[in-house]
Structure formats: C-alpha cells, structure tokens
C-alpha cells in the first residue's frame, strides 16, 4: 500500500507535527480552509487514503479502518521520519484517527476527530443507500464540473445536504470536493471495510480527545451515528451550531480553535 503523503513546514523550528485524515470520497484538499489558520504552530502532513486524490489503490489493498491506520502510521515513519504527531480527522478520517490513537499511544499526542465514523452500536451489513447514486452522480457530471459549480443550483445539489452554510462554500471548496468524489476508486472498498465494524478499541486517558459534531451532520446523524459509549470517558464532545458533516468547511476558526486546545498550545 502506497500513500501519498505532503508535508507544509512551519516558520517555526520547534513546531511539533500534525497529521490530517480525510473521510470518504475525499481527498487531501479538504483541509485547505485549515492550514492557514494552523501552520504558524505546526508542521502540517495531509494522507490521500488508498484510491483516493494522488494515492493509488490496489485489489487486494485492506480497507478497514484498523488496517488503514497501521498503513498511515507506518508511512508517517517510512516517508518522512514522523514518529510522534497529533491527529485530526473528519469522517471515516476520524474513525481512524481514534484507532491509531489506540493502537499507537505512544505516538499520538492528541485527537481531534470532526465528525467521527464508526461510532455506532448496531453495525452497518450494507452501504448506505444513496451512495452509488451519488458516486454514479459525480462521475457521469465530471467533464461539466467546473461549469456547473458556478451554478447556485448545483452547489446545492452538491452541498446543501452536507451543511447548511453551503451557500457559504467557495467554488474552489466544492470544485476540490466534487473532483475528489470523481477520482475515487478506494470509495467502494472504503466503504465496504467499514461494513459489520464499529470502534471499540481503548485509548490512553493521557491523550487529549475531543469529538466534534455539526448540529446538522445528516450524514451521521445523531439518532444512530453518535454513541457517546463507544468513545473514551475521558474524551471532550462537542457540538458546533449551525455545522453539517465537515465542520472544517462550516467553521474553520473555531475548529482550528479546538484543534489547538487539545494539542495545548490554546487553552
């Protein structure tokens, strides 16, 4: 398994580092709204997840989130010498960030998962309806894309499911999230790595976790996507008004804000 990692350096020389994980059918791109809100205090590392933005995807590759996060930790080590980093996901992204927080805690520094995956009781046995749909959507629409997403109509095709700012969303937002739909073979076998699987594991108390929910996340709703069991006792959750599945698009400032609470830069 190849991941394509990228790494923005900060002005500062004692910046400690922080790696960023996407969620399904996305891509690295997803955190442009962050990073320069976070740079001046990190070292930023983005991962493309298998079949996702620039990393290929492979028959054959482990698409659960277990495994893909064994895969992320070992090229943080392999590629760019990172052995102690804090982590943010969104998503499936958040799914694994708690499973290297467990699996590596002498490694992970702090968690801040954006609306996280996995956080259910009863198991998913079959991908949501309405995701071939719009994966189907995106692909036959990819060479009209940029054209399109000029249209007021579109982006609310596109978005107004995802958040209920999107008209907020700029085009360069909904154009790097439509063309990461398009080009996601990994988007199938993600989704299927998550099936009859949930988190479970235990994470050290000493690692700061904070849970962040949109008060609008339709995509992982709170009826039966957000069991506060299934994270640690210790963790901190929270809910952001106004915000749908991708806080950092919906409110970038005050995720970054809570992004460097936990890291304990920002009290």
Known sequence: MNLSLKQ????????PNLVFVHGLGSAATAWKPLEPLLIDCFN???VDLPGHGYSPYSDGDEMDPLSLAMAITRELS???GIEEFHLVG???????????AAAYPERVK???????????????VQRLSGTAMLRAFTKNFAALAPLMLKSEWARKI???????????FSYELCLDATNAMIHSPGYFPAWDGMLKKRFAAKISAEIPVKIIFGDSDNTLPARNCQER?????????ITIAQSGHAPMWDHPSEVAS???QSAGILN
């Open 229 to 237: 069991a299934m994270v640690p006792a210790h963790a901190q959750w």
């Open 258 to 260: 809570y992004i460097l």
């Open 8 to 15: 923005l350096t900060s002005n500062s020389t004692v910046a």
């Open 44 to 46: 930023l590392i983005t």
């Open 90 to 100: 969104n998503s499936l992204g958040g799914w694994i960030a708690l499973e290297i």
């Open 158 to 168: 596109g978005f107004s499911d995802v958040s209920p700012l999107w008209r907020n």
């Open 110 to 124: 702090s968690v801040t998962a954006l609306a996280p995956a996995g956080l259910w009781l009863a198991t998913f």
């Open 78 to 80: 392999e590629q760019l």
